[in-house]
């Protein structure tokens, strides 16, 4: 037997940093895959074995730390549903760049490939909480909102303890552009914790006015209103500023996608390195790549919202 999973990757159109504070973020998922396969191996006297293409491993006992990831999530898993270890092989491929969330394409791909193996008929909520719960082993961190976008697909409402909600993205047209900067999220997480510890008063109306971005941002996108998106875009980058996540790079490429005509533009994701977002009008795309392809970051032009989640294949 042989079950294939894949989840995508994300990118946050809203609400970075607020999210893990209970507030609400808007997220979506990419056009950008990890795979999860799980298969029979032939050595009798293992139990589940790991292997992947980009971390060069092949038929490595679970558990182990050079795929904690992976090794985690299947221990929560087991824990949660009771279920024994078994005699199979985990998988994994993956096209998904830094900075667009390939540790929660794992955690929902791999969830995804035990639940069909073990026909325990998670629904999706159940599996958000194990996702959820295996991203904070590993990390300590974490709302969730990756979680939920790669296992729900389109652009989704995200908020703690609450069912995500889908919203309408046929009229969005992006542009992502990376900075080629791989920033761990860890010490970012850490540095806005220390900045919220030492500014308690000024940090908490910050993540109050990008929870209210955020709520505006779902009325515009409904009603289809580009340019108060946008607005909402830049709004959002000023909030993330005061938060000291910006960086000169991401500066750069948003000044550039403005004055080139995009509606708006922001950071996207934990800030610092990773990506930049911006919302552009269709008879300016070519333009406003070009002048993007002038400054240091890559653009990446095919990446676009993709409307499915988690897919399971037998």
Known sequence: MEIISTAPGKLILFGEHASSRGKPALVFAVNLRLQVKLASHDFPNKNILLTSKEYYLKGIEYPTDRLNVVSQ??????????????????SIESNIEPGFGSSAAVIVATLGVLNEYYNTNLTREELLKLGIKSNYAVKG?????????????????????????????NELNFVIVSTCTKVPSGPIVDAVKQFEKANKKETKILFDEIKEVVLDAEKAII??????????????????????????????MIKTAISNG???????????????????????????????????????PDICIDKDGLIIKK
């Not at 979680?147 to 889908?166: D, E, H, T």
């Open 73 to 90: 999530t299947v221990a929560t898993f087991l824990e949660e549903t009771k279920q024994s270890t078994e005699s199979f092989e985990l």
């Open 262 to 300: 995009a509606y708006g533009a922001k950071l996207s994701g934990g800030g610092v390195g990773d990506n930049m977002i911006a919302l552009i009008p269709k008879n300016k795309r070519d333009q406003i790549i070009q002048s993007l392809n002038l400054t240091n970051g890559k653009v990446l």
């Open 141 to 169: 961190y974490g709302s969730g909102l990756d979680i939920a976008a790669s296992l729900y697909g389109g652009l989704i409402k995200y908020q703690v303890n609450k069912k995500p909600k889908s919203l309408p993205f």
């Open 223 to 252: 009603a289809t209103d580009l340019d108060r998106i946008g607005l909402l875009m830049n709004k959002n980058q000023e909030l993330l500023r005061s938060l000291n996540v910006s960086s000169s790079i991401l500066e750069v």
